[in-house]
């Protein structure tokens, strides 16, 4: 399974990446907002240089030419860019048109299995559903990553899997027992993942005992 690190910040990206976490990176708006940076060409091309792997920078166009352009545009900065178009009739037009070129495409706001199945169709390298997104609002955001799992495999689409929206390790571990592709994964959910408290209760007894075995020499 693929970890990606759903983040803009490059001093997380470094971290992970150097902990071999760190197979791709995805951006949005609302994470380069969060970066503050307003080169954000510039940034992504940073970006990819550490992580040497996909990764996702979103457009702000509406309209199926604006998407294409900007696309385009975004496919230039960097080899390893993968353009996020959002799931809509022209994001469909303009994920074909793209894929057209041979650009990648990550498509973003996924809550339906018919839009993950309309976006393979339309050539998307990858789909983006936002499961935390849909448990936010009483759906089960695991329950649709299962359904796309299970459409893929019936036709053998090529489209990879993002689960995105990620907010705590069950949904990082239940889309492994999935075999989804990819799980993006916010820096802090990567710290989550690791932490257990009878890790650290079995730490700090092991350290007490040899502490007191020093202290009766
Ligand atoms: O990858 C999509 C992600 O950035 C959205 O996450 O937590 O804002 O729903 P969230």
């Known amino acids: 399974m693929k970890f990606f690190i759903d983040t803009a910040d490059l001093d997380a990206i470094r971290e992970i990446k ?57 496919a230039k900065v960097d080899d390893h860019i993968v353009v996020k178009v959002p799931t809509t009739y022209d994001g469909l037009k303009a994920t074909a048109a793209l894929a057209a070129d041979g650009i990648a495409v990550n498509a973003t706001l996924v809550f ?5 199945l309309l976006m393979a169709k339309a050539g998307a390298a990858y789909v983006s559903p936002f499961v935390g997104r849909l448990d936010d609002v009483s759906e089960d955001g695991m329950q649709l990553i299962e359904d796309i799992c299970q459409i893929y495999e019936n036709y053998d689409f090529e489209t990879e899997i993002i689960v995105a929206s990620v907010r705590h390790p069950i949904h990082v571990v239940e889309s ?42």
Do not use: Y
């Open 18 to 74: 150097a902990m071999g976490m760190c197979d791709g990176v995805t951006t949005n708006p609302s994470l380069m907002a969060k970066a503050g940076r307003t080169d954000t060409d510039a940034l992504l091309k940073e970006i990819c240089r550490v992580v040497q792997g996909p990764v996702s920078g979103e457009v702000i166009a509406l309209d199926a030419e604006g998407m294409v352009a900007e696309g385009r545009r975004l």
């Open 112 to 116: 339906s299995a018919s839009q993950a």
């Open 176 to 217: 492994a027992r999935l075999g989804a592709h990819i799980a993006t994964i916010p820096p802090e959910v990567v710290r989550k993942l690791v932490a257990h408290p009878l890790t650290d209760k079995g730490l700090a007894a092991f350290l007490a005992d040899w502490r007191k075995l020093q202290e009766g020499r």
